[in-house]
Structure formats: structure tokens, C-alpha cells
């Protein structure tokens, strides 16, 4: 095979097939040409070309057909669709059936030259980066729960503990971590799997309206009630019920669910009969319970109730070294459901999902593959695919670094168990200095530092982590100003005026 690469132009046009090949080969490309799209497969599937410039308009099989054979016998190469009609369903179309680019006739030299190099770069990015290849524990796929590390191996210990018993499980933790989906887990293991799992979203239910759809309503109970209706809590006898964002609901539907909770009966809206129901509960929320509680805008004894056992999941910050099976499973699901082609993530894109924060959790990232997998060009997600805050944000790491436990901080979920009558103890969120786990790299320790501070504090970094310097060169030279300069390698003077600037006298 020859060195330079090599280009197909299949083009029943002579003319234009005449003028692209030299063009091309004056520019060190190797080209072949065919005048037909039968001719051309024929010449694709011998030599394998590294791009292909097609046209879309020719007699017999016409370019979106050839388009279509060829992504079977040449998966890898780079195809550029050439069509003198720009519609925007030409594109759609070219770029459906797996077309690198297209280009409008006609074109000029440099546009073609510059389109066949942006073609060769991606066909080289694709077969040379290294794809990565996670270790992984696919049995978490069949649960539909994903997590080696060590925070959501906890997890799973308590959804085992209490998926048995009927207590009362309240699941805290940051939007898209996967409250539903653990309460969806604790159901499939309980003795109540076979009965109805109903997850109500309360902050997305109009006030007026969340009584009824909990509780159902009587006929003629309120304008528009036109029929009797069942509510959640009935329709779920047996079952298991999910109220989400819970610190949402007002104090006369909490009294309501308290008493559905503590004696198993509802009354509906409008109604006098007292129905009985055996519904177990979970519920969550990712607000501070605690101070709605303070504030008196949440009853305290449906607190207790809730907080019977409490789980807190991490933040996909806080377990990083889950981000490569949860990406392989999300790309099993994709390509299973035929919804995108991508199965892997190259090395390099890899260690940018694993430097990158995820704000918004699993269902960030969830979407983030999914855009970048409808994206991709072939089976890898590359780069240049990934969407631009995470490209603009990650501090990429290498993936097989992160070892087994959580890069920047672990948290064991937030669990304490009670009898049914007594309260839970509220267990606060874990402090800068409590991490539990060890960064096992000094590079590891200013990255969770730093995501540290950024969740806490909106700006002024420097200034925050440098009072915390001082405070604990302080402590260590026991209030010794001169050495404490020196350890912090500034002047006395200075140390003096941050003493003041910080208020630490
Ligand atoms: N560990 C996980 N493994 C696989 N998928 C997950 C995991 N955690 C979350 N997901 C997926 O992420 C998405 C968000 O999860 P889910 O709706 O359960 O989050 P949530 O915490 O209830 O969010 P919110 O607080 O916004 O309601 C879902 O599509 C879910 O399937």
C-alpha cells in the first residue's frame, strides 16, 4: 500500500473527475477514481480508501445509496458527499447515513483540499487513538445501578440491609445521583416487587392539586371533579410509593401523609369514608430537611417518620472512578436501544469525562454521552465530540489513575437507623478536614481541595484558601509570628496585615 493516502472520487462527471484527481495528486494524495456508484464499491472495497469524495447525482445507483453500501464495506473511511442541490434534507440525509461532511457544487480548490485534510485528521484521530478499555463489574448493569467505588459499594450494602424490612427509607442527595432509581432498586428487592412502584414528583404537582393526585378525590369535591378518582396511595396498595423533592409538599398534605404513613388509612379529597393502605414509603429530597424543620415549614414528627433510615448518595464528584463503567453502560444502552452506533470513548476523551466535575451528576453525564455517541462519526466518541463545557472545564486525568476509591472525597452514605418511635439523629454533612478517604497523590489532594472550595466558595479562592494556610501555619508554629512567616515564605509585615485582613487576632 502506498504511503500517502489515498482518496476514491467516484463522479459519473469526467470533467470534475479529471479536475479532482489532479488536484489531489499534486497535493501528495494517491487518487483512484470510478465514474459510477457500482464502480466505485467495487474500487472502495479493493483498495480501502482513507476518504472518499462522492457524488450525490449520478445515473444509476445514485450517491445516498452508494453512501449506504459503502458504511458496510469501508466502516472506517471518511466519506464526502458532493451534491449540487444544499438542502437542508440533503444534509440530514448525508449525514444520517454516516457521511463525514458534504460540500456544494461548485466548490473551489481550497475548499476541497481543506475538507479532504479535516477528513484525513478525523480518520487518523480514530485509528490511532487508543480506545479505553474499563475494567468492569457488568453485573451492576443487570440492576441498572452502576458503581464500583467505594461510596456506592455502600449504597448498595444498605439498599440490601433495608430492601427486606418495610422501614421507611429517605434518600438525600444532589439532583441526578440517582434517588429514584435507588428508591426504583430498594422496591425490586423487597418482598413488595411484585406490587405497583409509583414515584411521584411533588414539586412538579400545582399545590391544589397534589392532595388529590395523592389521595384521590370524591365526586363534585372541587370544580373540575367531575368523576370519583383514586389516588397514588390507593393505586399503589401493596406497593411501593416514591415522593420526590418531599420538602416541597404544604403542612396539611405532610399531616395527610403522616397519618397514611402511621395508621394506613387516606381519606380522599372531599370524601368521609377512611380507606385502609399498605404502602411502604420513600421519599427525597435535596433539600436541607433540617432547616425546613427549624423554619416550621416542615412537621418535625413526619421528619422523624421519614428519617427512619437515611442514604445519602455521593456526587459523581465524589466517586469520579465510577465515570468509565457508567459511560460503558450508558453506550450498551444507546446502541442496544439502535439509538446511536458509538460502543467505546477513545483514551484521551475518557480522561476528560474524568476530570470534569459533573455538576449535574449521572444525568449529566447521561446526557453528555448521549450527544456526544449521536455525534461521533464511528464507534469510538472522540474529543472533539464531547460537548464544550466539559471540554472548556475537565483538568483531564488519566482513567486507570483514579484507582478503586473516590478521587476527591468519600462519603459513606448518610445512614442511621432507628426504632419506629424514636428520632434519628441528623447526621451533618461531612467537613473539609473529615474526608475519609486518603488522596493518594499530592496532585489528587489539590484537586479535591479545589472542588472543595468551589462548592463552597462562589469566589475570592485564593483568598479563602489562604486563610485556612494561615490559620493552620499558625496552629502548627504555635503562634510564633517569625516562624510562621517563614513557613508561609512571606515577611512579617505581611503576616501582620492578613492577621488583620482576616480578623484572626
Ligand atoms: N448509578 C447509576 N447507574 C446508572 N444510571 C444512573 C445511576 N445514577 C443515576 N443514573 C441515571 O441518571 C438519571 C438521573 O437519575 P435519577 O432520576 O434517579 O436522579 P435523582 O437523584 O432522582 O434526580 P432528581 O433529584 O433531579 O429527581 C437517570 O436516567 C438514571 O437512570
Same mark, same amino acid.
Given at each position: 500500500?502506498?504511503?500517502?493516502?489515498?482518496?476514491?472520487?467516484?463522479?459519473?462527471?469526467?470533467?470534475?473527475?479529471?479536475?479532482?484527481?489532479?488536484?489531489?495528486?499534486?497535493?501528495?494524495?494517491?487518487?483512484?477514481?470510478?465514474?459510477?456508484?457500482?464502480?466505485?464499491?467495487?474500487?472502495?472495497?479493493?483498495?480501502?480508501?482513507?476518504?472518499?469524495?462522492?457524488?450525490?447525482?449520478?445515473?444509476?445507483?445514485?450517491?445516498?445509496?452508494?453512501?449506504?453500501?459503502?458504511?458496510?464495506?469501508?466502516?472506517?473511511?471518511?466519506?464526502?458527499?458532493?451534491?449540487?442541490?444544499?438542502?437542508?434534507?440533503?444534509?440530514?440525509?448525508?449525514?444520517?447515513?454516516?457521511?463525514?461532511?458534504?460540500?456544494?457544487?461548485?466548490?473551489?480548490?481550497?475548499?476541497?483540499?481543506?475538507?479532504?485534510?479535516?477528513?484525513?485528521?478525523?480518520?487518523?484521530?480514530?485509528?490511532?487513538?487508543?480506545?479505553?478499555?474499563?475494567?468492569?463489574?457488568?453485573?451492576?448493569?443487570?440492576?441498572?445501578?452502576?458503581?464500583?467505588?467505594?461510596?456506592?459499594?455502600?449504597?448498595?450494602?444498605?439498599?440490601?440491609?433495608?430492601?427486606?424490612?418495610?422501614?421507611?427509607?429517605?434518600?438525600?442527595?444532589?439532583?441526578?445521583?440517582?434517588?429514584?432509581?435507588?428508591?426504583?432498586?430498594?422496591?425490586?428487592?423487597?418482598?413488595?416487587?411484585?406490587?405497583?412502584?409509583?414515584?411521584?414528583?411533588?414539586?412538579?404537582?400545582?399545590?391544589?392539586?397534589?392532595?388529590?393526585?395523592?389521595?384521590?378525590?370524591?365526586?363534585?369535591?372541587?370544580?373540575?371533579?367531575?368523576?370519583?378518582?383514586?389516588?397514588?396511595?390507593?393505586?399503589?396498595?401493596?406497593?411501593?410509593?416514591?415522593?420526590?423533592?418531599?420538602?416541597?409538599?404544604?403542612?396539611?398534605?405532610?399531616?395527610?401523609?403522616?397519618?397514611?404513613?402511621?395508621?394506613?388509612?387516606?381519606?380522599?379529597?372531599?370524601?368521609?369514608?377512611?380507606?385502609?393502605?399498605?404502602?411502604?414509603?420513600?421519599?427525597?429530597?435535596?433539600?436541607?430537611?433540617?432547616?425546613?424543620?427549624?423554619?416550621?415549614?416542615?412537621?418535625?414528627?413526619?421528619?422523624?417518620?421519614?428519617?427512619?433510615?437515611?442514604?445519602?448518595? !455521593?456526587? &459523581?464528584? %465524589?466517586?469520579? $472512578?465510577?465515570?468509565? /463503567? @457508567?459511560? +460503558?453502560?450508558?453506550?450498551?444502552?444507546?446502541? #442496544?436501544?439502535?439509538?446511536?452506533?458509538?460502543?467505546?470513548?477513545?483514551?484521551?476523551?475518557?480522561?476528560?469525562?474524568?476530570?470534569?466535575?459533573?455538576?449535574?451528576?449521572?444525568?449529566?453525564?447521561?446526557?453528555?454521552?448521549?450527544?456526544?455517541?449521536?455525534?461521533?462519526?464511528?464507534?469510538?466518541?472522540?474529543?472533539?465530540?464531547?460537548?464544550?463545557?466539559?471540554?472548556?472545564?475537565?483538568?483531564?486525568?488519566?482513567?486507570?489513575?483514579?484507582?478503586?476509591?473516590?478521587?476527591?472525597?468519600?462519603?459513606?452514605?448518610?445512614?442511621?437507623?432507628?426504632?419506629?418511635?424514636?428520632?434519628?439523629?441528623?447526621?451533618?454533612? !461531612?467537613? &473539609?478536614? %473529615?474526608?475519609? $478517604?486518603?488522596?493518594? /497523590? @499530592?496532585? +489528587?489532594?489539590?484537586?479535591?481541595?479545589?472542588? #472543595?472550595?468551589?462548592?463552597?466558595?462562589?469566589?475570592?479562592?485564593?483568598?479563602?484558601?489562604?486563610?485556612?494556610?494561615?490559620?493552620?501555619?499558625?496552629?502548627?508554629?504555635?503562634?510564633?509570628?517569625?516562624?510562621?512567616?517563614?513557613?508561609?515564605?512571606?515577611?512579617?509585615?505581611?503576616?501582620?496585615?492578613?492577621?488583620?485582613?482576616?480578623?484572626?487576632?
Amino acid at each position: 500500500m502506498s504511503e500517502s493516502p489515498t482518496v476514491l472520487v467516484i463522479d459519473d462527471d469526467t470533467d470534475l473527475r479529471y479536475s479532482l484527481e489532479r488536484v489531489l495528486s499534486s497535493n501528495g494524495y494517491n487518487v483512484l477514481a470510478a465514474a459510477s456508484g457500482e464502480e466505485g464499491l467495487k474500487v472502495a472495497e479493493k483498495e480501502q480508501p482513507t476518504v472518499i469524495l462522492l457524488d450525490n447525482r449520478m445515473g444509476g445507483m445514485s450517491g445516498m445509496e452508494t453512501l449506504q453500501h459503502l458504511r458496510h464495506t469501508n466502516r472506517d473511511a471518511m466519506i464526502i458527499l458532493m451534491t449540487a442541490f444544499g438542502t437542508t434534507q440533503t444534509a440530514i440525509e448525508a449525514m444520517k447515513f454516516g457521511a463525514f461532511d458534504y460540500i456544494i457544487k461548485p466548490f473551489d480548490t481550497k475548499k476541497i483540499l481543506s475538507l479532504t485534510e479535516k477528513a484525513l485528521g478525523a480518520y487518523e484521530d480514530l485509528n490511532q487513538e487508543k480506545s479505553y478499555t474499563p475494567v468492569l463489574n457488568t453485573e451492576d448493569y443487570e440492576e441498572g445501578i452502576v458503581g464500583s467505588s467505594e461510596p456506592m459499594q455502600e449504597v448498595f450494602k444498605v439498599i440490601g440491609q433495608v430492601a427486606a424490612s418495610d422501614v421507611t427509607v429517605m434518600i438525600t442527595g444532589e439532583s441526578g445521583t440517582g434517588k429514584e432509581l435507588v428508591a426504583r432498586c430498594i422496591c425490586q428487592h423487597s418482598h413488595r416487587s411484585s406490587k405497583p412502584f409509583i414515584a411521584v414528583n411533588c414539586a412538579a404537582i400545582p399545590e391544589n392539586l397534589i392532595e388529590s393526585e395523592l389521595f384521590g378525590h370524591e365526586k363534585g369535591s372541587f370544580t373540575g371533579a367531575t368523576t370519583q378518582r383514586r389516588g397514588k396511595f390507593e393505586l399503589c396498595d401493596g406497593g411501593t410509593i416514591f415522593l420526590d423533592e418531599i420538602g416541597d409538599m404544604t403542612l396539611s398534605t405532610q399531616t395527610k401523609i403522616l397519618r397514611a404513613i402511621q395508621e394506613g388509612e387516606i381519606q380522599r379529597v372531599g370524601g368521609t369514608e377512611t380507606i385502609k393502605v399498605d404502602v411502604r414509603l420513600t421519599a427525597a429530597t435535596n433539600k436541607d430537611l433540617e432547616q425546613l424543620v427549624e423554619e416550621k415549614e416542615f412537621r418535625e414528627d413526619l421528619y422523624y417518620r421519614l428519617n427512619v433510615v437515611r442514604l445519602r448518595l !455521593p456526587a &459523581l464528584r %465524589e466517586r469520579l $472512578v465510577d465515570v468509565p /463503567s @457508567l459511560v +460503558d453502560f450508558m453506550l450498551q444502552k444507546l446502541s #442496544k436501544g439502535r439509538k446511536t452506533k458509538a460502543k467505546r470513548v477513545s483514551e484521551e476523551a475518557m480522561g476528560i469525562l474524568c476530570g470534569y466535575p459533573w455538576p449535574g451528576n449521572v444525568r449529566e453525564l447521561e446526557n453528555a454521552i448521549y450527544r456526544s455517541a449521536v455525534i461521533a462519526q464511528g464507534e469510538t466518541i472522540l474529543k472533539k465530540d464531547l460537548p464544550d463545557d466539559v471540554l472548556s472545564a475537565s483538568k483531564p486525568v488519566d482513567p486507570s489513575r483514579l484507582g478503586t476509591s473516590a478521587p476527591f472525597e468519600a462519603t459513606a452514605p448518610d445512614i442511621s437507623e432507628q426504632e419506629a418511635n424514636g428520632p434519628a439523629p441528623v447526621t451533618p454533612e !461531612p467537613l &473539609l478536614g %473529615e474526608t475519609k $478517604v486518603e488522596p493518594s /497523590s @499530592l496532585k +489528587d489532594a489539590y484537586d479535591m481541595l479545589y472542588h #472543595k472550595l468551589r462548592e463552597t466558595a462562589d469566589e475570592n479562592l485564593l483568598g479563602v484558601l489562604e486563610k485556612e494556610m494561615l490559620i493552620r501555619a499558625f496552629e502548627e508554629m504555635e503562634g510564633n509570628q517569625v516562624k510562621t512567616a517563614s513557613l508561609l515564605g512571606i515577611t512579617r509585615a505581611t503576616l501582620r496585615k492578613r492577621i488583620e485582613q482576616f480578623d484572626l487576632k
